[in-house]
């Protein structure tokens, strides 16, 4: 069965700072990829996607994330952190060819130290 | 921009009763989701519909019901509200297996 893999629950960051989260998929095939943020009290919204071709994506509020086949990986990355980044983020991985139900990881959640 | 319209933003609802989460969306999509979400248990899928009429039980549909009558409606039901149920329920919707789209939210508090 599929599943999706967040190894890092909370994650605190200085604002400025570089950013990593992690994200793992277990799956056959190549998958489609999605990060989603959420803010407190809110739902979650898409930050960027991976369908096919070029394994670096660019998303929005300045996230990218890149996927590493070999690596069943799809991390997501920001240059510099801003303090209204501190949200929880969630990995979700497509399966192709089925009807839809995205299968999320459990969230990181992210702090930002002044 | 998408729109996705859950009828309630928090409600607070006693143990026993029916409730009932409306989730509306505006773009034909054919796919729409119920979720609950709590604190390090992350989305757990509760039901989820591919057509009008049409439902599908997801991981932990046990307390609960949908209701799909319309493309753009999709309910949830909760029979007789149990404290177990206090949580945030989340609605999405879908076109095939693209992204999925996120309303705002409900946070449900049984009593």
């Known amino acids: 069965a599929q599943s999706v893999t967040q190894p890092d629950i909370h994650i605190t960051v200085s604002e400025g700072a570089s950013l990593e989260l992690r994200c793992n998929y277990s799956?056959?095939?190549?998958?489609?990829l999605f990060w989603y943020v959420q803010s407190p009290g809110q739902g979650l919204q898409l930050l960027l996607k991976?369908?096919?071709?070029?394994?670096l994506v660019q998303g929005i509020k300045g996230f990218e994330a890149e996927f590493k086949r070999s690596q069943s990986s799809f991390n997501l990355r920001k240059p510099s952190v801003h303090w209204s980044d501190a949200a929880e983020y969630f990995c979700?991985?497509?399966?192709?060819?089925?009807?839809?139900?995205?299968?999320f990881g459990k969230g990181t959640k992210l702090s930002v130290k002044p | 921009d998408v729109k996705v319209t859950q009828s309630s933003r928090y409600l607070v609802k006693r143990t026993g009763e029916k409730v009932f989460l409306e989730c509306v969306q505006d773009?034909?999509?054919?796919?729409m989701f119920w979720y609950r979400q709590d604190p390090g248990l992350g989305l757990r899928l509760i039901y989820f519909?591919?057509?009008?009429?049409?439902?599908e039980k997801g991981d932990i549909p046990e307390g609960y019901s949908v209701s799909r009558e319309k493309k753009e409606r999709f309910s949830l039901i909760l029979e007789s509200a149990s404290t177990n149920q206090t949580s945030m329920y989340l609605c999405?919707?879908?076109?095939?297996?693209?992204?999925?789209?996120f309303g705002q939210g409900t946070r449900l508090t049984v009593v």
């Open positions: 979700a991985v497509g399966v192709v060819g089925s009807q839809g139900n995205l299968i």
């Open positions: 799956y056959g095939a190549t998958p489609y």
């Open positions: 991976y369908f096919s071709g070029d394994t």
């Open positions: 773009m034909d999509h054919e796919n």
């Open positions: 519909s591919y057509d009008v009429k049409m439902k």
């Open positions: 999405a919707h879908q076109r095939g297996n693209t992204e999925a789209f």
